[in-house]
Nanobody, 120 residues
Framework: QVQLVESGGGLVQAGDSLRLSCAAS????????MGWYRQAPGKEREFVAG????????WYIDSVKGRFTISRDNAKNTVSLQMNSLKPEDTAIYYC?????????????WGQGTQVTVSS
């Protein structure tokens, strides 16, 4: 079974950048489209960005297009999210997971997530 460990979050000011990383254990990592999700206080968890198994295609929600970039390294079983021009509304706990049907989480479990807090 795959295990997910997210890292890289922190407290930053609006306009700053952060790079999140997700380390996945297990030999099936490269068999899955992967993605990043986030959950803001008082809100449901939402899909943010996805990347295909090979890394050849990526997709994003409108609010992060042009600011966030998802990437993966199948040799290292990692998926990353480069976040630039951060805004206070990006404040959330960020999680990685497999992606199915474009936006739905594919694994029936979550890692601990990593907190991103953006001050104005």
């Amino acid at each position: 079974q795959v295990q997910l460990v997210e890292s890289g979050g922190g407290l930053v000011q609006a306009g700053d950048s952060l790079r999140l990383s997700c380390a996945a254990s297990g030999r099936t990592f490269s068999a899955h489209d992967m993605g990043w999700y986030r959950q803001a206080p008082g809100k449901e968890r939402e899909f943010v960005a996805g990347i295909t198994r090979s890394g050849s295609s990526t997709w994003y929600i409108d609010s992060v297009k042009g600011r966030f970039t998802i990437s993966r390294d199948n040799a290292k079983n990692t998926v990353s999210l480069q976040m630039n021009s951060l805004k206070p509304e990006d404040t959330a706990i960020y999680y990685c997971n497999a992606v199915v049907n474009g936006r739905r989480p594919g694994f029936g479990f979550w890692g601990q997530g990593t907190q991103v807090t953006v001050s104005s």
